[in-house]
């Protein structure tokens, strides 16, 4: 009688189950390559309703973006005369004491008015100067960047 004698590197059952176990050394891109196509799609459809709430069209002017470090206060005024800090209506007479509570900053805290271009002259006036008539010296209007047409 004859015996084989497997020596591991072919034929033998030992080899072939190694080969079959062995750790796969190549990375399979195609599944991260999906998930990141998928996620670019929904951020693309996502960051332009993350915005301020409030539905304003804004006026267009040529002036340079401020830089700042922190999230200002937004109050928006739409076409209607109707006053919203961040997204919640708000009274005018209301507006000075609401902002004296949520200003982390106190008087130095920044704060961004967004008027709709339709929106009554006055009623942006009466609101920017009862801001600055309690104190709060840094308010900016919001603008969007004049387009060449």
Do not use: C, H
């Not at 497997?6 to 750790?23: C, E, H, I, L, M």
């Amino acid at each position: 009688m004859a015996m084989q004698v497997s020596s591991g590197q072919s034929g033998g059952r030992r080899g072939r189950r190694r080969r079959r176990n062995a750790p796969m050394s190549e990375i399979n891109v195609t599944p991260f390559v999906d998930v990141m196509l998928v996620l670019l799609i929904i951020f693309m459809v996502a960051a332009p309703l993350l915005t301020v709430g409030v539905p304003i069209d804004l006026p267009e002017t040529r002036a340079k973006a401020l830089e700042g470090d922190t999230e200002p206060i937004t109050i928006s005024v739409n076409s209607a005369g109707e006053i919203f800090i961040q997204d919640t209506p708000i009274a005018l007479d209301e507006v000075v004491p609401k902002l004296e509570a949520i200003a982390s900053n106190g008087y130095e805290e920044r704060i961004y008015v967004r008027g709709d271009q339709d929106a009554d002259y006055g009623t942006m006036m009466k609101l920017m100067g009862r801001i600055n008539a309690a104190g709060f010296k840094r308010l900016g209007l919001v603008t969007l960047e004049e387009r060449d047409s």
